[in-house]
């Protein structure tokens, strides 16, 4: 029986490690993220799963979540009817550079430099 709890024991702390918003692909994303197009569009992503994007004056807030390459995001409500509200897309980080290939329409590639 005690190998039993003990096996148990192992097993919940494992699953309580794996489980902190701002490990892996999260922390790597964390921080401040301009459009190499149009440096005065950013990306914001908070280590609470929040964040923020947009022009200044024209912003929108979100919750994100990153699990191995994909990053999933949920836009506010303030967000026009015609938006995709749940976003899915494709990220790699090499360097400084942040990498966005959305997973719902194609051909949509973006590049995002480190602020």
């Given at each position: 029986?005690?190998?039993?709890?003990?096996?148990?024991?192992?097993?919940?702390?494992?699953?309580l490690v794996g489980c902190g918003t701002a490990s892996g692909?999260?922390?790597?994303?964390?921080?401040t993220w301009v459009w190499d197009e149009d440096t005065t569009f950013v990306y914001?992503?908070?280590d609470d799963g929040t964040g923020i994007r947009g022009w200044p004056g024209k912003?929108?807030?979100f919750t994100w979540s990153a699990r191995r390459?994909?990053?999933?995001?949920?836009?506010?409500?303030?967000?026009?009817?015609?938006a995709v509200r749940n976003e899915r897309w494709?990220?790699?980080?090499?360097?400084?550079?942040?990498?966005?290939?959305?997973q719902q329409a194609r051909d949509m590639v973006y590049y995002y430099i480190r602020n």
């Open positions: 029986m005690r190998n039993v709890l003990a096996i148990l024991f192992v097993f919940a702390i494992l699953a692909a999260n922390q790597n994303l964390i921080g914001t992503f908070n912003t929108s807030t390459a994909t990053l999933r995001i949920q836009c506010d409500a303030d967000e026009p009817v015609f494709a990220f790699r980080i090499t360097e400084d550079t942040l990498r966005l290939s959305s």
